[in-house]
């Protein structure tokens, strides 16, 4: 078991029609493989679209790996004992460039 350390996970972009140049302009995120960013989801557990741990001894493993190694020490036993192997939020930056 590898031990916890604070985790950095890649950034997970969503192209959205509606989105702006903020992200890249305020966050200074490229995502230039898109039309538009209209989301950066920072930390997700969604199904097929689950964050993966960017840097350190556990790069590469995906949110739910993590999870399912070290429990209750990732996210507290309170936490745990509630949703078990399932990761209760999603983090995300939103920028729209006109009203939604």
């Known amino acids: 078991m590898a031990d916890l350390y604070p985790l950095k996970f890649k950034t997970i972009y969503k192209?959205?029609?509606?989105?702006?140049?903020?992200?890249?302009?305020?966050?200074?995120?490229?995502?230039?493989?898109?039309?538009?960013?209209g989301e950066t989801w920072?930390?997700?557990?969604?199904?097929?679209?689950?964050?993966?741990?960017g840097e350190?001894?556990?790069q590469g493993q995906n949110l739910e790996q993590?999870?399912?190694e070290?429990?209750?020490n990732l996210v507290g036993e309170?936490?745990?004992k509630t949703f078990g192997n399932e990761f209760p939020l999603l983090v995300k930056f939103i920028d729209a460039n006109d009203d939604l």
């Open 15 to 37: 192209d959205k029609i509606w989105g702006g140049q903020k992200i890249r302009t305020v966050l200074q995120k490229d995502f230039s493989k898109l039309p538009h960013c």
């Open 42 to 53: 920072e930390i997700s557990g969604v199904k097929g679209n689950v964050s993966v741990v």
């Open 56 to 58: 350190g001894s556990l």
């Open 66 to 68: 993590v999870l399912k």
């Open 70 to 72: 070290h429990k209750g």
């Open 78 to 80: 309170k936490v745990y």
